[in-house]
């Protein structure tokens, strides 16, 4: 499944990366420590989070993440969304909490 | 040592003491008895810190002044991303400027019987006030406010047990974010600051984080310098003409 279906099926907001979401999900994983994330997290997965530190760009990147999906329609920093431009990295926006879009999120198949 | 640096001398400080303000701290963490343990270890320099919170400095000062004990002011500060930051200032006034900064940023009430009470004391350890503010709760500030709010006031910012699991800087933004200027670095084991990845360049504290009076001065860092004054410890963190910080 690509990024553009999941932001399609669950009817999310894309804050950053509209030409990023041909990016191949293959899994997910929920998580604000990024030390956690840094240590588990899998090629290709997106990333569910309620950080908006610039950090998790990096993060993402380092760990060549599909995109992050903020909770709780929290804000990204600045400096945030200016790292996922140029890190390539898709962040999009929903107003769910990290349970309910993680539960959605393997409904659709993503695990 | 270094020639010309024969006045320089060591100085034990715990920097980084919880009090009965503290909702996590003991009660018997009061401004009397800290002073006491703090005079029992042999520690030249107490450093307080409660969470987001500076309000029992006063009383702790004002104890350790008669025992010949150095009192640094300070605060445990909460970053929106839940980082913990130990802001310590120069001055009462500097010290009271920069809590109602911090205050100003956070919200929520504490709810005394789960997180426990928020004594605020005077000098002869009798209750003034019990604070109602969430002090466990975190800042709406993110951890570069954080730290811009402590420069500010003239304080010294440092990232509070970077090697635990919890609050510390690198197990919640995974990597110190670059140019974030931290004055140090605080480590709850010492002799594991060699394997902490990207913070070599970094000057490391260690100190208690001393919630129960047992603990104060269990951990504890040499300043090597001239005298006991706040911008002599700056200057140990900068190891200006051969100042050393020691762990």
């Keep these: 499944m690509k990024i553009r279906d999941i932001v399609k099926i669950l009817d999310l907001q894309v804050i950053s990366g509209d030409d990023l979401l041909e990016k191949e999900v293959t899994g997910g994983y929920t998580g604000d420590l990024l030390s956690d994330v840094l240590a588990h997290a899998r090629k290709g997965n997106i990333w569910i989070t309620s950080q908006i530190h610039q950090n998790i760009i990096a993060v993402a990147s380092s760990k060549e993440l599909s995109g992050i999906i903020i909770v709780n329609l929290r804000k990204p920093e600045e400096e945030t969304l200016k790292r996922a431009e140029e890190e390539k990295i898709p962040v999009i926006s929903s107003s769910l909490l990290a349970f309910e879009i993680t539960g959605k999120l393997y409904e659709t198949g993503i695990k | ?247």
């Design chain 2, 1 to 247: 040592m270094k020639p010309g640096l024969s006045d320089i001398k060591e100085f034990r400080a715990d920097m980084h003491i919880h009090t009965c303000l503290s909702p996590c701290a003991d009660l018997e963490m009061s401004p009397k008895n800290i002073v006491r343990e703090a005079k029992r270890k042999g520690l030249d320099i107490i450093g307080i810190c409660d969470h987001n919170s500076a309000e029992n400095f006063p009383a702790v000062e004002k104890n350790a002044f008669q025992e010949g004990i150095k009192v640094i002011g300070g605060m445990e500060i909460t970053s929106r991303e839940e980082v913990h930051v130990l802001g310590l200032f120069g001055n009462e006034r500097d010290l009271f400027n920069a809590q109602a900064a911090v205050y100003s940023k956070l919200k929520g009430i504490n709810d005394e019987e789960k997180y426990g009470i928020q004594v605020v004391v005077n000098e002869n350890d009798e209750v003034l006030d019990f604070n109602n503010k969430l002090l466990i709760g975190a800042t709406e500030m993110a951890i570069e406010e954080v730290v811009d709010l402590i420069h500010k006031y003239n304080g010294i910012a440092i990232a509070a047990h970077v090697d635990r699991e919890g609050f510390s800087i690198l197990a919640n933004l995974g990597f110190i974010p670059d140019g974030l200027p931290l004055d140090a670095l605080e480590i709850t084991d010492p002799s594991k600051r060699d394997k902490i990845n990207g913070t070599k360049d970094f000057v490391f504290i260690t100190s208690s984080d001393a919630h129960f009076l047992d603990d104060i001065g269990k951990r504890y860092t040499c300043f090597l310098m001239k005298e006991i004054t706040f911008e002599e410890i700056r200057k140990c963190l900068y190891k200006e003409n051969g100042r050393e910080v020691i762990i």
